[in-house]
């Protein structure tokens, strides 16, 4: 099992950075897929940003060109580079990580980013 907590969330003007980090701990030689979800107010959580234990990495098109995930396996933290952020991206965001045989789906308690119209 995996436990993960998100840190690097905030209120940042329109044009700015952020980065997000998310330390897993646990049994973390297990995770395979680490990820970020975003979910806006009113709106369903959506994929970000997912990166595989190789480093392989996938992106939301809203976000292309804009935001970077990365990863340490040796740290088992996966982070979110976040430029040129808009008022589009406000939400909290959740770390994510696929764990074990059974690609068990485990969730930080999420951090908000804020960027104001």
């Known amino acids: 099992q995996v436990q993960l907590v998100e840190s690097g969330g905030g209120l940042v003007q329109p044009g700015g950075s952020l980065r997000l980090s998310c330390a897993a701990s646990?049994?973390?030689?297990?995770?395979?897929?680490m990820g970020w979800y975003g979910q806006a107010p009113g709106k369903e959580r959506e994929l970000v940003a997912t990166?595989?234990?190789?480093?392989?990495?996938n992106y939301a098109d809203s976000v292309k060109g804009r935001f970077t995930i990365s990863r340490d396996n040796a740290k088992a933290t996966v982070y979110l580079q976040m430029n040129s952020l808009k008022a589009e991206d406000t939400a909290v965001y959740y770390c994510n990580a696929v764990w074990g045989t059974k690609d068990t789906n485990y969730w930080g308690q999420g951090t908000q980013v804020t960027v104001p119209s």
């Open positions: 990166i595989t234990r190789g480093g392989s990495t």
């Open positions: 646990g049994i973390i030689f297990s995770i395979k897929d």
